[in-house]
């Protein structure tokens, strides 16, 4: 199925609710959102609960097992993009968390109520959660068996970290913080110089450049957890209460997730301000390279 990576097609229109769902994609992995309330797995994406209502949905790891309710074969594309590699099917997967998903199924025979596996597959340069059936993956597994997994935390300074890991760091911010921030982006917005201007603003008061604020985060990922020799792959920030200057934020990071054959970690991140007030919510995904034994 090489040629499916050359195909040109349109690929899918990320937006802020979706992007999770991409970016876990792009790593070969499928996370649903989970209903804290009915305890429920929701797809596709949603603000809210289609069965409770409540605003409480989280992403989760989805086990990537399924099984096929219908598919259709495809003779002639809806998008000429994808003729090349035409006949192929899609197929409606009853995924095993419960909602049922719209997908291409990697099979020559596929037949209605046969159990499928997620298969991330690179097409028209983006990896899109594919399935196919489940029996190829057994066997795969009897091939393996005799070989290691991959450690992808060989050589990391602090070595694998461990779900429900945290750690954090605060600092008071300055006005120099701003004259810094503005030295490097350029960014002299009069919110963060016109006091009696920023007055007037909802913020009431002068305020430090976003990036001040996150900026705690990149060094909590990068001295503590993870570790040195860690880069984000991928951050989604809300942005809820300006910082102004000589007040104090403590940035923090707690493990979500972490991979065993990459050093990939998911991070839920924080940063409140000295009133416990939280001015930063969101998520991040980290790659944490080895930098002993270059
Ligand atoms: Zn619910």
Partial sequence: MSELSDLKVPGPTTIA????????AEEGRLILQHCRSCDRSVF?????????????????????????KSFSRIHRPGHPGWAPVAPYVVGLVEL???PTMLSHILADEPEVGMPLELAPTRIGGRVLPCFRPQFHHQEEKTIMSDTKPKDGWANVTR??????????????????????????????????????LAKKTPFGKLVVQGGITTGILNAVVA???????????????????????????IGRVELTSVRDDKPICQLACTVTNQDGDVCVEGTAVTYTMPLENL
């Avoid at 596709?44 to 096929?68: F, K, M, N, T």
Wanted: aromatic share 10%; hydrophobic share 30%; with cysteine.
């Fill in 44 to 68: 596709y994406p949603r603000e809210i609960c289609p069965h409770c209502w409540s605003g409480g949905l989280e992403w989760r790891e989805a086990s990537g097992q399924g099984r096929l």
């Fill in 159 to 196: 070595g694998k970290p461990s779900v429900g890991d945290t750690a954090e760091r605060s600092r008071k911010t300055s006005m120099d913080d701003i004259h810094a921030f503005t030295a490097m982006t350029g960014d002299r917005n009069p919110v963060h110089y016109d006091e009696e």
């Fill in 17 to 24: 609710l979706t992007e999770p769902f991409w970016a876990a």
């Fill in 223 to 249: 001295e503590d957890l993870p570790g040195p020799g860690t880069v984000f792959l991928n951050t989604n920030f809300n942005f809820k209460k300006a910082v102004g200057i000589d007040e104090t934020i």
């Fill in 96 to 98: 095993a968390e419960g």
